[in-house]
């Protein structure tokens, strides 16, 4: 960032500011100026938030929590604990299906199944194994009975589908024990036929008995194995009934709603604390987005805070125009007024700001057309000439020039024409002004741009300096944001001077203006703030006719 250099009263001030603390800086001054409009907004919106709690109506939340556990002992391990966690995660998503809630509904009295599930909800606590099932009601008791409820439908609807889901697999294994059953028995009785007909005790053996023993033996092998199926089938239909068991405890209500001391909603400390934010935050809004519209450099003490540059002066409003439509040099025509003192403040502080340039040459600008830069121009050069100061005005605003009409002189033979070569500074006519020489625009020409080049502007404008007698040659060039033109002459400038008005200028567009002369290394001097609305002078000097002394009179 380039480095500002300020002159006041002589004294030269080097420094550097950053535009984030000059936009900080703006906002924090206005939220000062619009503190009370802010705190305004604070109470405004926290009324607000107050009457919108009175008005909703009270509603209390009871909650029930059940406990999910998936193992039937006491002491579960940690993979049953997070099983549990698991198995309670998927289970909140049941818990409000219309399977679950319209048995609870029915219950309750209620018969809108869709405004009944708006007033339940079902969560996890913290991924444990509990979920909490709460219900939202105008009666405190009804909402406790209403969760309780929805609970014990969780439950009953939990069991139920286990049992759906076990039914068949037990229809199948009795089916298997029944037939294993059957299959032994038959194999019993073919046995006691076979060993019936077998030789008895002390009898010597036949070989028909010998045929009956092998005939036996296969059929209690058989038969063997058929037990040994049939106590494997027990045991899986043992494990079964087992886990139906444990099914009866996975879901259990063990902390049941209780009517609620409190209502729920509305929370009215809550929410007159968020009304007064949105308040406030409305408030600041409002503040800043006026103060970004409305933002104008009315004074010489918003010149440094704003633009980071040095105030130089601030010029009056004047009076109307007369209605010739001609425009009034007060440093010509009005010397005693306020504003040809204002002019007279302005040119100590440029002096000040040029005693070690001989020769100066000063560029006046302004960041859009209408800001008065012209006038200032003008006048500033005859405050300048008034001192005794060899000064020189050209009108270095080729697209729409004015000094010529302020000082009533011929345009003709000027700059342009300087700049084509078809007239030599020397050749140049001494249009001479109250002491001042003013060198209009010239002849017009097509494209202004094409001559100013640095070959043909910085000799030129050396030329003329030299010429002036080696003191301040004042440029009054086109505005910065509209032409280029400026910029050229701002390369081969000793000092810029802006000029903003104080009516209508926007302080963005002036920053623009100053940063496009500080990309081309010009040095910006400081700021002139024109048409200044006037405040009573609480001193004012009056003006008296000459006469004769009173002796007695004060010193």
């Not at 399977?99 to 869709?114: F, K, N, S, Y």
């Not at 078809?422 to 249009?431: G, H, K, N, R, V």
Request: net charge neutral; with cysteine.
């Amino acid at each position: 960032m380039r480095p500002i250099v300020a002159h006041t009263c002589g004294l030269r001030v080097v420094g550097e500011i950053d535009p984030r603390t000059l936009a900080f800086g703006r906002a924090l001054r206005a939220v000062r100026r619009r503190a009370l409009l802010i705190v305004a907004s604070v109470a405004i919106g926290a009324l607000a938030g107050y009457g919108v709690s009175r008005a909703l109506p009270v509603e209390y939340v009871a909650t029930a929590q059940l406990y999910v556990a998936p193992a039937s002992n006491q002491n579960a391990s940690f993979q049953d604990v997070v099983a549990g966690a698991n198995v309670a995660r998927s289970f909140v998503q049941l818990a409000t299906t219309t399977a679950v809630l319209r048995p609870a509904m029915t219950a309750q009295g209620w018969d809108d199944i869709e405004a009944f599930r708006s007033r339940a909800s079902a969560t996890q606590l913290r991924d444990a194994s509990i979920i909490a099932i709460s219900f939202r009601d105008t009666d405190a008791t009804r909402a406790a009975a209403t969760a309780n409820a929805i609970a014990q439908s969780f439950i009953t609807q939990n069991h139920a589908v286990l049992s759906t889901i076990q039914r068949p697999a037990v229809g199948i294994l009795e089916a298997q024990i029944r037939s294993v059953e059957t299959d032994i028995a038959a194999l019993d009785a073919q046995i006691r036929d076979l060993q019936k007909r077998t030789v008895g005790p002390g009898q010597s053996a036949s070989p028909d008995n010998a045929a009956l023993q092998a005939q036996i033996q296969p059929l209690d092998s058989a038969r063997s194995l058929k037990q040994q199926t049939l106590a494997q089938l027990l045991k899986t239909r043992d494990d079964m009934d087992l886990a139906a068991a444990r099914a009866e405890s996975t879901v259990t209500l063990y902390d049941p709603a209780t009517a609620p001391d409190e209502p729920a909603s509305p929370r009215v400390p809550l929410n007159v604390a968020v009304g007064g934010m949105l308040g406030g935050v409305v408030g600041l809004v409002a503040v800043a987005t006026v103060a970004y519209v409305r933002e104008r450099i009315t004074s010489l003490d918003a010149v440094g805070p704003s633009l980071g540059v040095a105030p130089l002066g601030e010029i009056p409003a004047l009076a109307a125009r007369p209605k010739d439509g001609t425009r009034t040099l007060v440093m010509r025509d009005d010397v005693d007024s306020s504003a040809a003192q204002s002019f007279r403040s302005l040119r100590a502080s440029v002096l000040s700001t040029t005693s070690d340039k001989q020769p100066a040459i000063l560029l006046i600008s302004s960041a859009r057309a209408g800001e008065g830069k012209s006038f200032v121009s003008a006048n500033l050069a005859l405050a300048l000439a008034e001192a005794g100061t060899t000064t020189i005005l050209v009108d270095a605003d080729l697209r729409n020039p004015s000094q010529h009409e302020l000082f009533g002189v011929d345009r003709n033979a000027g700059l342009t024409d300087l700049l084509e070569g078809s007239l030599s500074a020397m050749d140049l006519p001494q249009e001479t002004v109250s002491g001042l020489t003013v060198i209009p625009a010239g002849s017009p020409v097509r494209n202004p741009a094409k001559l100013l080049t640095a070959s043909r502007l910085g000799p030129l404008l050396r030329t003329l300096s030299e010429r002036s007698g080696g003191s301040v040659l004042v440029l009054d060039t086109s505005p910065l944001l509209s032409f280029a033109d400026a910029l050229a002459f701002a390369g081969e400038s000793t000092g810029c001077v802006m000029i903003v008005d104080a009516k209508a200028s926007q302080p963005t567009t002036v920053r623009r203006a100053i940063a496009l002369l500080r990309r081309v290394n010009a040095l910006v001097i400081g700021v002139v703030v024109n048409r200044v609305v006037a405040t009573d002078d609480p001193y004012p000097y009056v003006q008296v006719a000459a006469g004769p002394r009173d002796p007695h009179a004060r010193r």
